[in-house]
């Protein structure tokens, strides 16, 4: 089990990581095409194409950091009233009944869209926009093994069971 907690939590760290460095890129890339765009009126619409899919890329990949830092939405009409042992408990049964299922599917439904983006090498919609859609799908289905991988390292650890009153 400590083997599996270790890389959920490095798992966790290169995803952190990883989104740190798409926002980079987003932020530098969109002041790029505005700079370009504005002050000397040239349009690229590859580096368009680049603030797009990093953007795609950062939303889904934040969250199943998210779920870790328990930083993800959740209504918190009941959890304020209970204890920490009472709050873990809900915790893994709402991982167990509906995280883990939703992703699951998620990822089971995913997969063939993804392949058959591989299959032809999906690019951008634009004409003369930037190749490697395909690459900003398999987003998707890496973020649903984050997330269940994450989902479970929560459900079995209880360090990771955030409390009524969750700390930063």
Known sequence: MSVFLQL??????????????LLGIVFCAQILVVVLRYLFNIGFIELQDLVTYCFAMLCILAVPNALRTNDHVRVDIFRAHQSPARARR?????IGFFLLPVFVLALW??????SYSWSIFEGSRETGGLPGFFIVLTALPVACVLILVQGLAIAVDKDLIHGPNPQP
């Open 90 to 94: 809900v915790d893994q049964l709402a």
């Open 109 to 114: 439904f995913a997969l063939p869209l993804v």
């Open 8 to 21: 959920a939590q490095r798992l966790h760290q290169w995803n952190g990581a990883f989104c740190v460095m």
